[in-house]
């Protein structure tokens, strides 16, 4: 299992874009299918946004595409969500998520390691 910890979150105006990252030690992130997860109070965890191992597929949530992008640098362990023309509604809790089964999934349940979460909140 790999250890996640994410960083980058933070208050924003609507409009405004954001950087998160999500960092993971061991030395088998290179293998993992890596994705964004986030949930507001009261709801269930949805996902944002999905990348494979080597980069080559990635999926996004319709709520999200067009406005972010989902990256990831396997040579420093580390997994990326841009996001930009931020609206209120996105704000949530953002986890990075990522499972070594090669699974380019949009269920949270198929993600085995998970972040502790970092808040976005984008309000004016």
């Known amino acids: 299992q790999v250890q996640l910890a994410e960083s980058g979150g933070g208050l924003v105006q609507p409009g405004g874009s954001l950087r998160l990252s999500c960092a993971a030690s061991g030395r088998t992130f290179s293998f993992y299918t890596m994705a964004w997860f986030r949930q507001a109070p009261g709801e269930e965890r949805d996902f944002v946004a999905a990348?494979?191992?080597?980069?080559?597929?990635?999926d996004y949530a319709t709520s999200v595409k067009g406005r972010c992008t989902i990256s990831r640098d396997n040579a420093k362990n580390t997994m990326y969500l841009q996001m930009s023309s931020l609206k209120p509604e996105d704000s949530a809790v953002y986890y990075c998520?990522?499972?070594?089964?090669?699974?380019?999934?949009?269920?949270?349940?198929?993600?085995?390691?998970w972040g502790q979460g970092t808040q976005v909140t984008v309000s004016s």
């Open positions: 998520s990522g499972n070594p089964l090669g699974l380019l999934s949009t269920r949270s349940r198929d993600y085995t390691s």
């Open positions: 990348i494979a191992a080597n980069s080559g597929r990635t």
